[in-house]
Nanobody, 124 residues
Framework: QVQLVESGGGLVQPGGSLRLSCAAS????????MAWFRQAPGKGREFLAA????????VVADSLRGRFTMSRDDAKNMVSLQMNSLTPEDTAVYYC?????????????????WGQGTQVTVSS
């Protein structure tokens, strides 16, 4: 199992931006499809974005397209999530996830490795 560690969360004002990062321990990181999810209090885990093992396919949730962008840097074993125009509704714990193979999946059950999560709070 690949070990994942998220960073970059925090408190941001509405309209602001944050960039989350996820560092992976696995030297075969470039064989994993990666994804970001979030979970707000009292709600289920929500798919945000996924990127295939070679970066050739990136999928972003329809509701977030234009605000959230996912990227990967295999040289650094990292993925990032750039979040712009944040609103209080974006407040949640954000998780990085990994699955072997090339398919970008939206269902959290398809991912076998998870980070511990990083809190994002959007508030004035």
């Amino acid at each position: 199992q690949v070990q994942l560690v998220e960073s970059g969360g925090g408190l941001v004002q509405p309209g602001g931006s944050l960039r989350l990062s996820c560092a992976a321990s696995e030297r075969t990181f470039n064989t994993y499809t990666m994804a970001w999810f979030r979970q707000a209090p009292g709600k289920g885990r929500e798919f945000l974005a996924a990127i295939s093992w070679n970066g050739g396919i990136t999928v972003v949730a329809d509701s977030l397209r234009g605000r959230f962008t996912m990227s990967r840097d295999d040289a650094k074993n990292m993925v990032s999530l750039q979040m712009n125009s944040l609103t209080p509704e974006d407040t949640a714990v954000y998780y990085c996830a990994a699955r072997r193979g090339s398919n970008t999946k939206r269902n959290h059950d398809e991912y076998s490795s998870w980070g511990q999560g990083t809190q994002v709070t959007v508030s004035s």
